[in-house]
């Protein structure tokens, strides 16, 4: 898989998958829009691929390690949101 270069506000570089960067980038395309889990699988993966299920929860948590805990809101119940308000 790809990896991408993620530089976040204290300027140190990240490595992120393929994936974690689809996972973000979606998430920051529609800033304060929950995204349900399966709405992010869609995003994440072709029909042909059934990951398990809690892999959404492993890649966010990789995620707010990096960008913040607080930039990527969990709405329960319903899902996820950037909160661009940080």
């Known amino acids: 898989e790809n ?7 204290d300027g140190s570089e990240h490595s992120l998958t393929g994936t974690e960067f689809r996972l973000l980038r979606c998430l920051m395309s529609r800033p304060g829009q929950v995204f349900s889990k399966e709405q992010l699988m869609e995003q994440l993966y072709n029909l ?21 805990a607080n930039t990527i809101a969990t709405r329960r119940g319903q899902g996820y949101l950037f909160n661009d308000a940080v």
């Open 3 to 9: 990896r991408q270069s993620l530089k976040i506000q």
């Open 48 to 68: 042909s691929e059934s990951p398990s299920d809690n892999i959404i929860e492993a890649y966010i948590r990789r995620l707010r390690k990096l960008v913040g």
